[in-house]
């Protein structure tokens, strides 16, 4: 597509629920970012996705994120059991290696 | 860890003025170095990026910023504000980690 899409747009979900969010990056590029935007954190990285090798999981907060590539395109991050702490953008970057990133809209979570 | 401090947390300018926002990082290996901007109700967007060579990058909307090795310094520029320059202006780092590092952000107003 012409840009880097993400779904939903806003989630608002109960405390201790699971939620996944989508990636759609851009059409041929390798790398792909999770960041997460929250107030008092700013913009914090997440994960890092390149091609086939290991993904980066340096950023994640904790146990209860993970994300998955899957054929080397789309992502999707999930949260289990969702904590009011949790609710923020999410924003997925996609970038040929080593070059600018191209951010999507974000989807903003809330943790009811 | 690198990090990027940006010290300007809010700005508020009238039409016309001249705006300087200060980055610095913290990292002494090869770095790039971007400005990200993001609209109200919209997603970031790159401002202007320095990969190398001339140290004064020129971006979209009359907008620069000059790379100072010695001062680990990427300060954004831009001669005279406009009313739809409003909007939050985030400062990133990209190393060999790939990840951008993000600095906190500054929000500027402009008066009309």
């Known amino acids: 597509g012409a840009g880097v899409s993400q779904s939903p747009s806003n989630k608002v979900t109960e405390k201790g629920k699971d939620v996944e969010l989508r990636c759609d990056p851009i059409?041929?590029?390798?790398?792909l970012y999770w960041y997460r935007q929250s107030l008092g954190q700013g913009l914090e990285f997440l994960i890092y996705?390149?091609?086939?090798?290991?993904?980066?999981k340096s950023g994640l907060p904790s146990d209860r994120f993970s994300a998955e590539r899957t054929g080397g395109s789309v992502s999707t991050l999930t949260i289990q059991r969702t904590q009011q702490e949790d609710s923020a953008v999410y924003l997925c970057?996609?970038?040929?290696?080593?070059?600018?990133?191209?951010f999507g809209p974000g989807t903003r979570l809330t943790v009811l | 860890a690198q990090s990027v401090s940006q010290h300007n947390h809010h700005v508020i300018l009238s039409e016309a003025a001249s705006l300087e926002l200060g980055c610095n990082y913290s990292?002494?290996?090869?770095?790039?170095l971007f400005w990200y901007v993001q609209y109200p109700g919209q997603h970031l967007q790159l401002l202007l990026k320095?990969?190398?060579?001339?140290?004064l990058v020129k971006g979209i909307k009359g907008f620069e910023a000059e790379f100072i090795k010695s001062k680990f310094s990427f300060n954004l520029r831009k001669p005279s504000v406009q009313w739809s320059d409003t909007a939050e202006y985030f400062c990133?780092?990209?190393?060999?980690?790939?990840?951008?590092?993000f600095g906190g952000g500054t929000r500027l107003m402009v008066k009309p």
């Open positions: 320095y990969f190398s060579g001339d140290p």
């Open positions: 990292y002494g290996g090869t770095v790039n």
């Open positions: 996705f390149q091609g086939n090798s290991a993904p980066d």
């Open positions: 059409s041929g590029h390798t790398a």
């Open positions: 990133a780092v990209h190393n060999a980690g790939n990840m951008l590092t």
């Open positions: 970057a996609s970038s040929l290696p080593g070059t600018q990133q191209f």
